[in-house]
C-alpha cells in the first residue's frame, strides 16, 4: 500500500503519541516511512517544507517539555521564527512529535488519532496503549 499512499511519519519511539499514532497507520495495513528525526536530524529544507505543509510557524512546533526550549530562551516573548528554526536545526528534539504526511496532508498529530483523518482508509477503531479506544473521527 505504501507506494501507492505513501506514508512519513516523523517519529520519537520514547512517545506514546508517537508510537500510538504509528500503530494506527500500521493497523490501517500502511507500512510508512519512519523517519526518528531525534537521529535523523532535520534540514532547513524539510523543516520549512513541513511547516508550510502544515501551515504552522516554527514557534507552533516548537516541543517545550523535556527540552532545552527555556534554557535556549525560546519561551520568551518576540523570539523570532528564524531563532526558533535555527534552534530546532541544532537540537531536533526541539521539533514536537509525531508528524505524518500523506497524500492527504500534513499534519501534527497530537492527539495521535489525528493521524486517522490523514488516511485514505483508517482502521474502524483502534484501541491506544492507554486502553482508550477512538475511531475514525479525529479530535
Known sequence: MTD??????YHNPDCATSRNALAMIQAAGYAPRIVEYREAGWTRELLTELLA???AHPRDLLREKGTPAAGLGLLEAGVSDERVLAA???HPILVNRPIVVTPMGTKLCRPSEV???LLEN???SFTKEDGELVGRNPM
Open 4 to 9: 501507492l499512499f505513501p506514508i512519513t511519519i
Open 53 to 55: 505543509g502544515i501551515g
Open 88 to 90: 530546532m536545526l541544532e
Open 115 to 117: 493521524a486517522l483523518s
Open 122 to 124: 483508517p482502521p474502524e
